[in-house]
């Protein structure tokens, strides 16, 4: 099934411990009150702008921000309008190049693997198609070291909270002030079977006070071992 509408994918790219990599993103749909395709097209003015509200985000820092570790650097943010056939519609994919790359502002050394969660809720039916999108966030402080029963301090969730909070409600106002009034961070689906895609608007972000593992950064971590006979 196809997406109802086009939607702009925004995707942030880096290294973790050198040898790891990150990314995490969200998409951009239009007010489902639109009937037509009205997202404006992704030129490199535009990227460019995206890419300087999430290089913003990134690089936040307590008592207000992420505080993502250093050891995390972010490299790029690729935006790209994706069609209603989940194709992109640019001739050319384009990105907005972090250069020098930016590190995060905590000198904490979680694992690579841990990752906070965050969890986008769609404004109509949380629990229907759309209703839901999520991202993985690169190690922070408070995932090293956790309270007694084995769950993330509250004061770290809030954190991600406002500083997620702050991102998307920039995102909204950057294309406000383009006069795309209509677009705003959302989820969207293609849908399956005979149910339609649907897209939905992001009204409410959570955290879950419980770490979460990226598989993918456990597995391309060169592991050595360390043999003891019996």
Do not use: W
Request: glycine residues 10%; proline residues 6%; positive net charge.
């Amino acid at each position: 099934m196809a997406h109802p509408h086009p939607f702009i994918k925004v995707v942030a790219e880096g290294r973790l411990y050198d040898t790891e990599a990150f990314s995490f993103g969200f998409h951009i749909v239009q007010a489902p009150t639109i009937a037509e395709d009205q997202l404006p097209a992704v030129t490199q003015e535009l990227a460019d702008k995206i890419g300087n509200v999430v290089r913003t985000y990134f690089n936040s820092a307590a008592p207000d921000g992420l505080a993502i570790t250093n050891k995390a650097q972010l490299q790029r943010v690729k935006v790209n309008r994706v069609g209603r056939d989940g194709r992109y519609m640019e001739t050319n994919s384009l990105e907005h190049v972090v250069n020098p790359a930016i590190a995060g502002r905590s000198d904490v050394t979680p694992p690579p693997q841990l990752a906070l969660a965050v969890s986008l809720i769609g404004n109509e039916n949380p629990r229907g198609l759309a209703g839901r999108g999520r991202f993985y966030l690169p190690p922070m402080a408070g995932l090293s070291s956790v309270t007694g029963d084995g769950k993330i301090s509250p004061q770290y969730i809030s954190l991600v909270v406002s500083a997620t909070q702050k991102l998307i409600r920039d995102v909204n106002a950057l294309f406000n002030g383009l006069g795309a009034q209509y677009a705003y961070v959302g989820n969207t689906s293609s849908g399956s079977g005979n149910r339609p895609g649907r897209q939905q608007v992001v009204s409410e972000i959570r955290v879950g006070n419980v770490c979460d593992t990226v598989r993918s950064r456990r597995r391309s971590l060169q592991e050595n071992y360390t043999v003891g006979t019996i």
